[in-house]
């Protein structure tokens, strides 16, 4: 498949931004009225890249302006149940600011307790953190549900999607809360982003060699209708470039997808593996060590992106 920026582009950053008002609304309700200032800022950057991501998105779209009838497809479409989540995260997500923000102009308001959270905050958070997840599942199950295209139709899609959006959400936080010297629990912190850095090699190495043992559930001659039978090309279907040639049947050299799968778990697991031991084993300033480690993985996962459209064969092409 052609690997349009746009959607690369949507993927990461929106995956990235729904992440990060993830661990935003967990550290919320453990907050104290101190953290106020750094959680706004958390907040509002995850759904600055949420929105930044959706916007992208509509660049891939013939007519940008009619992009609001997907919404009315959300019994049928994941692309709409992804749309119809995306504008109902922001309900909580934008109250969830929004006590940020009146705990920070007024730190005897008591929004954030030392004691617990208080109902508002416990209602909010989890509100936020359900429906951040619900988009992200449902952006990955736009693509695992085609069933024209192998590579997307596999078991780890969701999985990676959801690990990858955990990831760089977990790496912003830090490289904000670090910047604003406001931190909690470094420690457990730093464990979290090793193991999710850790797991996402994983389930990424998994994914990469299923890509690369499994064949085409079908054959040339399945797709002209002689199933059975070796179907060589006499000529091609037309004589002009076409949508289909365009979009559907890109190839990427298999020596540069083994190049750009080493990049991207350089970027996505060493280098912020290694900015992290730096930073807590080191004396590396901690804002520089997790700023770091989130800009390697935001750019680790784009390249991972990139390939998971690039490496990816529609049906039609057996046939094209």
Do not use: N
Request: with cysteine; proline share 4%.
């Amino acid at each position: 498949m052609h690997p349009a920026l746009s959607v690369i582009l949507f993927t990461t950053l929106s995956g990235a931004g729904y992440g990060l008002l993830i661990w935003t609304a967990l550290v919320a309700l453990y907050a104290r009225p101190g953290d106020a200032g750094g959680l706004l800022v958390c907040a509002l950057t995850g759904l600055v890249l949420a929105t930044v991501g959706l916007l992208s998105s509509m660049l891939h779209l013939g007519k940008p302006v009619r992009a609001w009838r997907a919404f009315s497809q959300w019994r049928t479409s994941w692309l709409s149940r992804e749309g119809v989540m995306a504008v109902v995260t922001y309900i909580p997500a934008l109250l969830l600011a929004g006590m940020a923000w009146l705990e920070w102009l007024d730190p005897e308001s008591v929004v954030f307790r030392s004691s617990g959270p208080t109902v508002a905050v416990l209602v909010i958070a989890l509100a936020t953190i359900a429906c951040a997840l619900a988009t992200i599942v449902c952006t990955a199950m736009i693509y695992a549900s085609l069933k024209p295209i192998p590579a997307w139709r596999h078991r780890l899609v969701v999985p990676v999607y959801l690990v990858f959006a955990l990831l760089g959400g977990l790496a912003l936080l830090a490289a904000i809360l670090s910047a604003a010297a406001a931190l909690p629990a470094m420690r457990i912190v730093a464990t979290a982003l090793a193991l999710l850095a850790t797991l996402a090699a994983g389930l990424k190495l998994g994914y990469w060699r299923a890509l690369d043992r499994t064949q085409l559930p079908a054959d040339r001659g399945d797709a002209v209708g002689l199933p059975g039978r070796a179907v060589s090309v006499f000529e091609r279907p037309h004589t002009e470039a076409s949508y289909i040639t365009r979009e559907m049947a890109f190839v990427v050299a298999r020596r540069h997808a083994r190049r750009l799968r080493a990049l991207a778990l350089l970027l996505f697991t060493g280098v912020p593996l290694l900015a992290v031991y730096l930073t807590m084993h080191a004396g590396l300033e901690a804002s520089w060590g997790w700023g770091a480690a989130a800009a390697a993985i935001l750019a680790g996962s784009f390249v991972e992106r990139w390939l998971f459209f690039a490496q990816a064969r529609h049906m039609v092409t057996l046939y094209y």
